[in-house]
């Protein structure tokens, strides 16, 4: 028996409250933060901007940037009309772990809260502000993922496991990032970040194809705004995505990276949120269900989902060589091996039953198990290929 409890993608829990298929309604909608702001050293002007919620700011910061950052944000706040409370973040994303956060917020009695780090803190600092009833700023320490401007978390169970997701009301109130921090951040996880965006445009045709619900508020029909924010997307990756990727491998900030680091965490947030996920994200999801899935970065996955999702949709032939020569040339993966798949019956079976419970039926067609095996090894034939020609 196959069981997909290790399926984690902060969005497969949407398709289990929003069954993909068409919408009932013809009312539009968009969601997004009330504010986002990118720059270098925009950490340092977090009191300007928490001012505007209050006095009290509550920050929870990850374990890695905490000592640094806590004694920087001290002596930044040091003389200003407010006062900070920083408290680590060296967990995982439980009930009981915001709980703890959460009462920890109350003895403070906050104005705002701040997430500062990786999704799991940044997850956790929406959740404790929700269950405070106060804003959130979300201030991430790479670009290795669309989450942040997302309004939900994904929760784990106490040994690890994914557990569900929570959805808010509304987006983060700020989301603020610093590019010189994220030029400092391992390349890997900006080029993971190209290959999540890299999936937007494509699985939003999908949904607009098949006339399937967001994820905004139970499901509206998408905006023409969304649609071109994601074709945005998908044209600026192709322009700049090498150059941000060479550009953090020398720890600079460019323009290009500044296009990038946009890229992955706003266009992609706003793309996915407003359209939808569709076949890229469940063959990725189906990769996770696999040991193997754990070597690999959600990103990573999506972009071998691309391809397998485009050869399912019998798209032209150069659009789907264009999209894998963009991930040879920034190193994402094209076929199974880069994932650390072994081609086994098993492994195929497996990854195409958990694809199943993703987001196949955003579609336009009929999908089934034995095609989304076909679907993979082809998608991996042709990875092959290319990589034996260039």
């Known amino acids: 028996m196959i069981i997909c409890s290790d399926i984690v993608t902060f969005t497969n829990q949407i398709q289990e409250a929003i069954h993909m298929s068409q919408v009932k309604k013809s009312t539009r909608a968009w969601g997004s933060p009330g ?3 990118q720059g270098p050293g925009e950490l340092m002007n977090l009191p300007l901007y928490s001012a505007k919620f209050g006095k009290r700011v509550f920050i929870i910061i990850d374990q890695f940037f905490y000592e640094d950052l806590t004694a920087k944000l001290t002596e930044r706040y040091a003389g200003e009309d407010a ?38 803190t940044l997850d956790t600092a929406k959740a404790v502000a929700d269950n405070y ?29 994914h557990s569900h997701a929570r959805n808010y009301d509304k987006s983060p109130d700020l989301v603020l990032l610093d590019s010189e921090i994220i030029a400092q951040a391992p390349v ?29 508020s139970g499901g509206y029909r998408q905006t023409k705004t969304a649609m071109a924010v994601a074709e945005a997307c998908y044209s600026t990756l192709l322009e700049k995505g090498l150059q941000a990727k060479l550009a953090v491998e020398n720890k600079i900030v460019t323009e290009a990276l500044e296009d990038i680091i ?12 407003n359209t939808g996920c569709a076949g890229a994200h469940s063959v990725g999801d189906g990769v996770t269900a696999l040991p193997a899935g754990k070597k690999t970065l959600h990103g990573e996955k999506v972009s071998f989902g691309v ?7 019998n798209a032209p032939t150069d659009l789907i060589e264009e ?26 079976r497996t990854m195409a039953v958990c694809s199943m419970h993703s987001f196949w039926d955003a579609e ?13 090894l082809a998608g991996d034939a042709l990875g092959r290929y290319y990589k034996s020609i260039t």
């Open 364 to 376: 336009p067609f009929l999908v089934t198990e034995d095609r989304v095996v076909d679907i993979i």
């Open 262 to 273: 946009e890229v992955n965490t706003l266009m992609s947030g706003l793309g996915f949120e």
């Open 133 to 161: 009833k106060t804003g959130v700023i979300i201030v991430p320490t790479s670009a290795s993922t669309d989450a942040p401007t997302s309004a939900l978390s994904v929760l784990y169970k106490e040994n690890g496991e």
């Open 307 to 313: 391809i397998c999702q485009l050869l399912a949709e």
């Open 188 to 216: 890997r996880f900006l080029v993971s970040g190209m290959g999540d965006a890299l999936s937007t445009i494509f699985e939003a045709r999908a949904n607009q194809r098949s006339d399937s619900p967001n994820y905004i």
């Open 83 to 120: 006062q900070i409370k920083t408290i680590i973040f060296n967990s995982e994303v439980t009930e009981k772990q915001i709980e703890e956060t959460t009462e920890a917020a109350r003895e403070f009695a906050p104005q705002i809260i701040v997430g500062i780090g990786g999704g799991k």
């Open 323 to 348: 999209v894998i020569l963009f991930n040879l040339s920034v190193g994402l993966p094209v076929t199974l091996a880069d994932l650390y798949v072994d081609t086994t019956p098993e492994n195929l």
């Open 35 to 37: 504010r986002y702001i």
